[in-house]
């Protein structure tokens, strides 16, 4: 369903009854995408596409009554909006609710509560239904009502249509039937309650503003833009409209990226491409620079990122993504917005009602114009788009489908060379690696910077086709292999192997010695260490793949995979971060699993075959009628065209390194094993070695010692304070011995030296104790830096401000500061100055105090 688009999602399998709920009422704050207000967003003033949900759930608990006797009493005694301005909706024939409202409980005249929607008319409105079957019921809104506005329609309208008088605010929902595959609803004995506020909305009736990007939630980014554009909110509705989009896809967006989400074309990174370049050609029709969603987005990560710290981890990753998709679709923008500006100007010249759909296809396919965004445009400029035409052409791009998507892959990595070659020269080449590491072969074909020669020569970089090859070429997360190729006549050092069209293995090489020629004999050998290690890597990766997919349920997919020959790192859907425990028991069951040392198998076999033996596989992955499934001992069957082990104790030990979240529902494992475990082991007992040799303690007693140490560092700590402390007791009395009288007061000035801004201010407060009636203006230079403390009694509070006064004396060391009343602290960068500040402070309480003057 695309993102999270109700808060209700993370409750539903305790709805259906499939896992107990931690309590039959639940409250929930839920981050919420909806993809489906994507287009709105910006026309009016209160959608948006990210939102938090303001969650209630009663589990087969609390009822209608109590749900909308607690909502009408939260929003009008705890939020105290007046009771006056609220009006709900129930579902046609919900006669229950409609009495609660109106008679049980009172709260609502009658006509304050609206009838709306009606299946049988195929109206769903007040319906509340996730699926064609299953749990489903009636709901109830409540609306704030803003009385007639401006410009729309003249007739009074009801909530349920979207004249913006009515602003809804929470939704009720009653689980209370069972919907059956012919349309009946059967009632539920276990009923449920599912309410859901916006944030943003609640805040903007709390706040008493009429706008959502006029509440405190929007401030600091309707601010930045305001900068940015130089112009006010406000003052244009055109420009309005670019600003709230601006806001809200920048905030929208630092929280998919933060969630993991890169720009792509297709599924969510599709839904991160929309906003950002429907900001940024919003952010254009403001005249602001590239870079300047980014900077919106900035704003986020500072105002949120308190309260969602995935932000502050993904700081560098928003900036650098929304940036990279700005300067991306800034690139080809112009060049697209002629393009259309013109077929917009020709549609209109002939009298035409729609643009072609051949232009929005180039508009998508070449410019990166999402449709939705060429919509927009056009419909703006009083036009359509031909979507059938455009759909006619996406489908024909899709069903080219991945076998073109690889085709045009290696094309722009080989250009057409190999796959010319092949089709036309029937250029191949054998892989033999599976049983071998070194080969003879003959050289097929040789190229330079993308053209076919007859030889290289020594310092060149050259691509290598032999007839047949032990290098793997990268695949199935397994890098390409790297060697060396040699003839009679010379060698080449290959750094990397690469499938460049069907059955095409290119080798990328430099030569080294000598010469290699076009139809040579040649000795192709693999670097056998780096294989071996590759291959334990891979094996491991299958053990991994099956100890996680048993321990943790069908449900762990694996998401992506890298196998090289220092470590491995597989990346798997799972939705939460894995114990200590728990990765312990992964890694002792795949080392038990290797030291079973079962033999490690390939078999070809046609794809139905394999998937009716259980083989894994990967459900995005395109695969041929033939398939090659590897079994690793007796749990492991994972369809795999890599090289492998031929034992599973050929892969020594396996150790996790580390465990993360790579994004939202996705963990990442890494891994080493043989050589690179033991090198592991090595630098670990090092560590500990040279941990013991500085505790000069023996390695079993380090746990101890270092909790030993923590204990009697803190112990210090506590008598370093208490020191401190005392310290500060003695100096606050002889400043408070040299007090100088004013009229029923005392005032202490004094420039006190080296303590940083706590120490001061505490001083200061204990000068202030000590005083009675009195002031203490302190100040130091602490790292070069001067500070301020003021501190007043209570008393004189109303006479002398602590938190003015330090404002206007820090503004004299160039600086700032503030605080309450009676402590209040400030710093600045001129150090000089702090004497001319203290004065001006003695000074002025004098003048306050009425003292000498
Ligand atoms: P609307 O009709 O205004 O689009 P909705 O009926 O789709 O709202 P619900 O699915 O009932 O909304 O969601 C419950 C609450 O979530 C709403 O009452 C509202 O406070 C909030 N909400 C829904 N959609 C948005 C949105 N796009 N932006 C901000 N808040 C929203
Ligand atoms: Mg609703």
Known sequence: MLFTSAGMQPIVPYFLGKKQPPAKRLVTVQKCFRTTDLDIVGFDT???????????????????????????ELLTTQFEIDPASLVATVYFDDDEAFDIWTKELALLEPDKVFRLGNLAKGDDTNFWSPGPTGLCGPCSEVFVDRGPQPGTKPHDCNPGEDCGRYLEIWNFVFQQYDRKADGTLVPL????????????RTSQVLQGV??????????????????????????????????????????????LIADGIAPSNEGRGYVLRRLIRRAALHARRLDLKTGAITQVAGEVVKSMQK?????????????????????????????????????????????????????????????????????????????????????????????????????????????????????KQGLR???????????????????????????????????????????????????????????????????????????????????????????APARAQVDEDARRHTMRNHTATHLLHATLRRLFGEDVHQAGSLVHAPNL????????????????????EVNDAILSNASVHSQTMPLQDALASGATHLFD???????????????????????????????????????????????????????????EVHDM????????????????????????????????????????????????????????????????????????????????????????TGVAVLGSTHAGRPGLAIAVSKDLTARVHAGDLVKELASIIDGSGGGPANSATGGGKDAARLGDALHAGARAVREKLGGRG
């Open 569 to 588: 790192r597989f990346d798997f859907t799972f939705g939460r971060s894995l114990t200590a425990e728990e990765l312990r028991r992964v890694e002792d």
């Open 685 to 772: 007992r090092d560590r500990v070695d040279r941990a013991s040799q500085a505790l000069k303690v023996p390695a079993a007693r380090l746990p101890e010692a270092v909790a030993q140490m923590q204990e009697s560092r803190e112990r210090l700590e506590k008598q370093l304070a208490s020191l401190q402390k005392s310290g500060v007791d003695q100096t606050a009395g002889a400043l408070v011995a040299k007090a100088e009288a004013l009229d029923g007061a005392r005032l202490v000035v004094k420039d006190v030296g080296d303590y940083d801004q706590q120490m001061l201010r505490g001083l200061a407060d204990r000068v202030r104790d000590g005083l009675g």
């Open 210 to 255: 009429t706008d959502t990007f006029k509440t405190d939630l929007f401030l600091p980014l309707m601010k930045r833009i305001e900068t940015l554009s130089a112009s006010a909110y406000g003052d244009d509705p055109v420009r309005d409209v670019s600003m709230r989009v601006i806001a809200e896809h920048a905030r929208a967006a630092a929280f």
């Open 46 to 72: 209160y959608h948006n596409t990210f939102f938090e949900m303001l969650g209630n759930f009663g589990i087969g608990d609390y009822w209608k009554k109590e749900a909308i006797g607690w909502g009408w």
């Open 429 to 519: 080449s054998e892989f033999t690696g599976y049983a071998e590491l070194a080969s003879d072969a003959t050289i097929r074909s040789l190229a330079i910077g993308g053209q076919r020669v007859d030889e290289a020569r020594e310092g060149q970089d050259v691509e290598i086709v032999l007839d047949r090859t032990p290098f793997y070429p990268e695949g199935g997360g397994q890098v390409g292999d790297r060697g060396d190729v040699t003839t009679s006549e010379g060698r080449a050092l290959v750094a990397d192997t690469q499938t460049a069209a069907t059955d095409v293995i290119v080798m990328s090489a430099k030569v080294v010695d000598g010469v290699l020629r076009v139809g």
């Open 621 to 679: 992955e395109k695969y041929g009628d033939e398939v090659r499934v590897v079994e690793a001992g007796p749990t492991s069957r994972e369809l795999c065209g890599g090289t492998h082990c031929h034992c599973t104790g050929d892969i020594g030990l396996f150790l996790i390194t580390k465990e993360e979240s790579i994004g939202a529902g996705v963990r990442r494992i890494e891994a080493v094993t043989g050589e690179g475990a033991l090198r």
């Open 189 to 200: 004995s276990k009923r449920n309650i599912d309410t859901g506020a916006g944030l943003e």
């Open 307 to 423: 309260h969602y710290h995935e932000l502050t981890a993904a700081r560098e990753r928003v900036a650098e993504t929304i940036t990279a998709e700005e300067e991306k679709f800034e690139r080809t923008l112009s060049s697209g917005m002629e393009q259309l500006t013109a077929a917009i100007a020709s549609a209109k010249e002939r009298a035409q009602a729609a643009i072609d759909g051949d232009t929005a296809f180039r508009l998508y396919d070449t410019f990166g114009f999402p449709m939705e965004m060429t919509r927009e445009l056009v419909t703006a400029a009083g036009l359509t788009v031909d979507e059938a035409g455009f759909k006619t052409l996406l489908d024909a791009q899709r069903q080219r489908g991945r076998a073109a998507a690889k085709f045009s892959q290696d094309a722009m990595r080989f250009g057409q060379l190999y796959a010319d070659a092949h089709e």
